[in-house]
């Protein structure tokens, strides 16, 4: 129980941390976002285009730093980012909510896809050690998981779009001139255009949980209980899973939570290359259109999201370790 | 009339493939086991008694294999055996207990899990049957059978080994190889551990082969002593002959590394020196290069020679005939 | 993208000692292992390409508008022009300084620092140890691109070397969580027991004991920190974040998107760029994986000889 409330303590400090940071970013940084924002709007400035800005920072020269401080995080706390100025009156949170599902669908689904996978593939790799699987897996994968993940995908975009003529889309989560709905035409345009980014992200991460669960399984199989369940007879598979395959997913799944911060980082140029309307796409734009209410609160989304899977990952590692229940 | 041996072992050996060729970790290994007897094995570290004990068991892993040499279980060739045809004799005819319980206990699982898999894997259907030996094994070294539901790490060294050894005696085997089961442990709980394990051997009638450094604690408990060198068996004998006489110098280098606590007081020597490399090792007796009583016969590999009621590998020993012979 | 946890779980290593025949040892064990041949052959090509870009193209300035627009392969332009009259190749080997000054720069810098709080969290224990390793845990859960993307963007003008302050910033926390658990595993080794019974000073204990034994997971952070850097460079130059006017395989892919090369039949422009990228990555992964292979036995690569069973 002890380790639960240790976690839980970890996502309330780091979230404190990135709400701090958000926070003090347009306070240190050079380049005043009330001038960006003149500049933008030629002079002209919207009095609500301000009172957003204020919002979103908690910018206000009548009260002092703590004060400030305090009303952004109850700003924050209630969903209250301000209003975006490329989407100008639309606030923040709508344009968020938009775009998140389409986040998770891709970028969620493929992760987790390629996570299972790398594992699956891993574990059969370090089983059957030193036969031709395992002599060939690591070098390729060893040079997949060093590919930029948005020229992956351009190169995708290369061979499978422009050269067969649109066979695959690379643009958008869905043709622009379908209807969104429940139907099933649109499901499977929707599949379509999720097809090629949801493949640079396969390709380009299955290759680390490959490797990493690869590693772990032959570090497992040479610990003593392995070589005790051969000397008590049992079965290969059952050998294979429960005595290897189950220890060495543990280190896994903290390796997992560790690179999420990396994923990230590749799902937001998969979704720039590929123009899909994603949290990272809408960053992207933000950091264009210097708006800059919506991107502090895509970054604090971002977070939230990744320190949920952390979590998740937490509860996970909790229900499949003993020793992490009892641990005091 | 004399029973059969429970365990021959002719010219065992193993070898280790590295990048710089093929050491051999035992070579030409002998030995029997009657049924019931307690075998002790004993040498400096990296003798190779450790790998000659999985090499019998056919457990090593690679880059170790048997390379040649026969091993006969109850009349039985194990090696060259599949897994398949080994899965039948392993556990129920042969056991073995580890260094650690903690490394060699699964500690994702329960104790009763890891009791239960064995006895499913040998055909043991019933829960209620499985149940039952389960707590009774557990009842016989000891340790309350509420920790069939306990995870490795919630118990104390000294259970977890013991735990160890009862599992190893759930269908009590006629063998029971232990490699070093006392290592982790502290003076006393060594002790306990080896009285319990002898009254166990009383009450079921298994065999032991229990590969040890430490000769003062196997000498009180064993019936023969096998003392290994270099991957090859040097000497092997009566455990009090082995003691009293020993045939070897580097069996008193052994003992004399051990002192007495209770004998008077001697000044404690080891054996200087390092054992030699087993990619290219010496092509005459291998203790020869640390041996204080080398001499020139020693330059011509010895055989085991008889010493009394033991075999030693030294040219101390050699008949005076045959050394005129050659 | 896992590439940086290639770099092993943190774990007992070889005794002390051993480090004095390390540099010698590590030319024969990079001969002996295929991966790091090929990681190590790929690096001293493009470092070679970086220091004397001259020798390998006839171009004196690679940025400037010099050729014909988008001109396919041909003897004069080995890889054809860009929309903006520059030779494909000459750009990829002048680019190749910037990459790869960037790769080793925040690698060494991001292991510096990883060094310092991992061994000190390691050290001292306590109080010191909980807000360190806070710290480190919260720099490597927060998702740092989004991070870097909006100080960037705030930092204004693509400044190369603000790329690699926060490239520095965000990548030295891995590292540092590695090389606090191994402090901790060999802190209570023998040979440390014997230094302190001598008398020795923790500074002491730490440069000369602790140190060299934990030279190859420090390597392992270098390699890993470098194919971060230059996996992140690119991605921040490509979205135009980075020093748009400077030479280097990520501005090239970003100028390539700008003039939708794809889709315009100029695929040379964006393939060669990225496949730079990817090269360079790669040779910095292998020779990670291949050091890990060579640390940790138990990860080797096994000859099988005709074994009656083969057992796995």
């Known amino acids: 129980m002890r380790y639960l409330t240790h976690r ?10 990135a709400v701090t940071v958000n926070f003090f970013i347009p306070r240190l940084m050079p380049g005043d976002p009330a001038s960006a924002m003149m500049a933008r709007f030629h002079g002209r400035v919207n009095p609500a285009a301000i009172h957003a800005l204020e919002v979103a920072f908690g910018v206000n020269s009548n009260q002092s730093l703590w004060s400030q401080y305090i009303s952004y995080l109850h700003n924050c706390l209630t969903g209250n980012f301000g209003i975006s100025l490329t989407y100008f009156p639309l606030p923040v949170s709508t344009e968020i909510a938009q775009a998140l599902p389409w986040t998770l669908g891709l970028i969620g689904v493929a992760t987790v896809l390629a996570f299972v996978a790398g594992t699956v593939i891993g574990t059969i790799a370090g089983w059957r050690r030193g036969s031709m699987v395992d002599s060939i ?5 060893v040079v997949t998981s060093a590919l930029p993940y948005f020229w992956v995908g351009m190169i995708l975009i290369l061979f499978f779009s422009v050269m067969t003529n649109g066979a695959l889309p690379n643009d958008g989560a869905y043709d622009v001139t379908s209807t969104p709905g429940l139907t099933l035409a649109f499901g499977v345009d929707v599949v379509r255009h999720a097809v090629l980014p949801a493949a ?22 040479a610990e003593d209980y392995v070589r005790m369940a051969r000397a008590k007879g049992l079965s290969n598979q059952r050998i ?5 395959a189950r220890n060495a997913l543990l280190p896994n799944l903290a390796g997992f939570a560790m690179s999420l911060g990396f994923v990230v980082a590749g799902a937001i140029l998969v979704e720039y290359v590929f123009n899909y309307p994603g949290l990272g796409y809408m960053l992207l734009n933000a950091v264009n259109n210097l708006d800059y209410p919506l991107m502090q609160a895509l970054f604090l989304m971002i977070t939230v999201a990744v320190l949920v899977a952390v979590l998740i990952c937490d509860f996970l590692t909790f229900w499949l370790d003993p020793r992490a229940r009892s641990r005091s | 009339m004399p029973d059969a041996p429970v365990l021959e072992v002719r010219g065992l050996t193993v070898e280790y493939d590295t990048a710089a060729g093929s050491a051999r970790a035992v070579d030409g290994f002998d030995l029997d086991i009657l049924p019931g007897e307690f075998v002790g094995v004993v040498g400096e570290s990296g003798c190779g008694k450790s790998t000659m004990l999985f090499g019998v068991a056919q457990l090593l892993s690679p880059p170790a294999r048997v390379s040649g040499g026969s091993v006969r279980f109850r009349g039985q060739e194990l090696v060259g055996m599949s897994e398949r045809e080994l899965a039948s004799i392993r556990w129920r005819g042969i056991s073995v207990v580890m260094q650690s319980a903690m490394n060699a206990l699964n500690p994702v699982k329960q104790l009763g899990a890891q009791f239960e898999d064995v006895m499913q894997v040998h055909g043991e259907r019933s829960r209620e049957v499985v149940r039952q030996r389960s707590e009774e094994v557990l009842r016989l070294v000891g340790i309350d059978t509420v920790h069939l539901k306990s995870y490795p790490h919630q118990l104390s060294g000294g259970m977890r080994q013991r735990a160890m050894i009862a599992m190893a005696l759930l269908f009590t085997p006629d063998l029971v190889i232990m490699d070093e089961p006392t290592s982790a442990l502290d003076v006393v709980a060594q002790r306990s551990l080896m009285m319990q394990i002898k009254e166990l051997q009383r009450q079921l009638g298994f065999a032991v082969l229990f590969v040890t450094h430490d000769m003062s604690l196997v000498s009180h408990f064993s019936d023969r002593l096998v003392v290994m060198y270099a991957a090859k068996a040097v000497e092997i004998g009566r455990t009090r002959q082995v003691f009293e006489a020993p045939g070897t110098p580097n069996t008193q ?12 007081r001697v000044t404690l020597t080891g054996i200087p020196g390092s054992p030699p490399n087993l990619l290219d090792p010496p092509t005459g007796c291998r203790f020869a290069p640390r041996c204080p009583k080398r001499f020139e016969m020693c330059d011509i590999p010895p055989r085991l020679y008889e010493t009394g009621a033991s075999l030693a590998a030294c040219h101390l020993h050699a008949p005076a005939a045959e050394e005129a012979v050659r | 993208m896992s590439a940086t946890l290639l770099a092993g779980a943190p774990g007992e290593t070889e005794t002390p000692g051993r480090s004095r025949r390390r540099g010698f040892g590590l030319l024969r064990a990079i001969r002996g292992n295929r991966k790091a041949m090929v990681g190590a052959i790929l690096l001293v090509v493009f470092s070679v390409l970086a220091a004397v870009p001259q020798w390998f193209t006839p171009v004196q300035d690679a940025n400037a508008h010099a050729f014909g627009l988008m001109l396919p392969p041909s003897a004069a332009h080995p890889l054809g022009t860009t929309a903006f ?3 494909i190749l000459a750009q990829l080997i002048y680019g190749t300084r910037q990459s790869l000054v960037i790769a080793v720069v925040v690698g060494g810098l991001a292991t510096v620092i990883s060094v310092l709080i991992g061994i000190s969290a390691a050290y001292l224990g306590g109080m010191a140890d909980g807000v360190l390793s806070a710290v480190t845990d919260i720099f490597l859960v927060v998702p740092t691109f989004p991070l870097i993307v909006v100080i960037a963007a705030y930092a204004g003008n693509g400044n190369t070397v603000v790329v690699v302050g926060v490239l520095v910033v965000t990548g030295w926390s891995y590292g540092a969580r590695q090389l606090r658990a191994q402090a901790l595993s060999l802190r209570n080794r023998e040979f440390l027991e014997s230094a302190r019974v001598r008398g020795e000073r923790s500074s002491y204990i730490i440069l000369f004991e602790v140190l060299p034994t934990m030279t190859s997971l420090i390597l392992a952070n270098f390699l890993g920190g470098a194919l971060y850097a230059v996996l992140t460079a690119a991605g921040l130059q490509f979205i135009g974040l980075g020093d748009n006017n ?21 695929a040379l422009w964006v393939v060669t760029p990225g496949l730079c990228v990817a090269l360079l990555g790669a040779s910095f992964a292998l020779l990670n994986y291949a050091f890990d292979e060579i640390s940790n036995p138990a990860l080797r690569p096994v000859r099988r000889p005709r074994a009656r069973r083969t057992r796995s």
């Not at chain 1, 303590?9 to 979230?15: A, E, I, N, R, S």
């Not at chain 1, 294979?240 to 290897?244: E, G, K, L, R």
């Open chain 1, 137 to 141: 897996v690591p070098p390729v994968f």
């Open chain 1, 240 to 244: 294979m899973y429960q005595y290897a």
């Open chain 1, 200 to 221: 640079t992200i396969l390709i380009t991460s299955v290759g680390g949980w490959i490797l990493t669960m690869r590693n772990n399984m032959l570090t497992v199989l």
């Open chain 3, 246 to 266: 400077s030479l280097s395989w990520g501005t090239m892919l970003h100028w390539a998107q700008s003039n939708s090369a794809l889709q315009t039949g100029q």
């Open chain 2, 253 to 264: 280098g052994l003992m004399d590394a051990f002192p007495s606590l209770r004998g008077e």
């Open chain 1, 8 to 17: 839980m303590g970890f996502f309330v400090l780091t979230l404190w941390a």
């Open chain 3, 85 to 87: 009259g520059q030779d």
